[in-house]
Nanobody
Framework: QVQVAESGGGLVQAGGSLRLSCTVS????????MGWFRQVPGKEREAVAC????????YYAKSVKDRFTIARGAAKNMMYLQMNGLKPEDTAMYHC??????????????????????WGQGTQVTVSS
């Protein structure tokens, strides 16, 4: 049984930083892309950052590029999202996902699609102004 768990969310002032962690069990971690998605009540879930199975190809949403960094951990089965320069609009529930689809679309360019069954419960990030 695949289990995905996030940690590291919290309340931070605008301009601050947080590091989210994700741990996965029940699958061969090195075989799967990983991703962070976020959702605000009443809005669609959006891809924030994704990374391929070997840690080379990444995707970032335009709104977080140059502020957030996704990385696969040296520790087994760990994945991280370093978030710097946080803004109030980053406030959301952040979910870790195993096996999202990281691809290049002719129309939309690089994208990360949340077509997977492997999700964590989420960790809340709140950024105050």
């Amino acid at each position: 049984q695949v289990q995905v768990a996030e940690s590291g969310g919290g309340l931070v002032q605008a301009g601050g930083s947080l590091r989210l962690s994700c741990t996965v069990s029940g699958l061969t971690f090195g075989d799967y892309a990983m991703g962070w998605f976020r959702q605000v009540p009443g809005k669609e879930r959006e891809a924030v950052a994704c990374i391929d199975s070997i840690g080379i190809n990444t995707y970032y949403a335009k709104s977080v590029k140059d502020r957030f960094t996704i990385a696969r951990g040296a520790a087994k089965n760990m994945m991280y999202l370093q978030m710097n320069g946080l803004k109030p609009e980053d406030t959301a529930m952040y979910h870790c996902a195993a096996d999202p689809i990281l691809r290049v679309s002719e129309r939309r360019g690089k994208e990360c699609v949340d077509d997977t069954s492997y999700w964590g419960q989420g960790t809340q990030v709140t950024v105050s102004s």
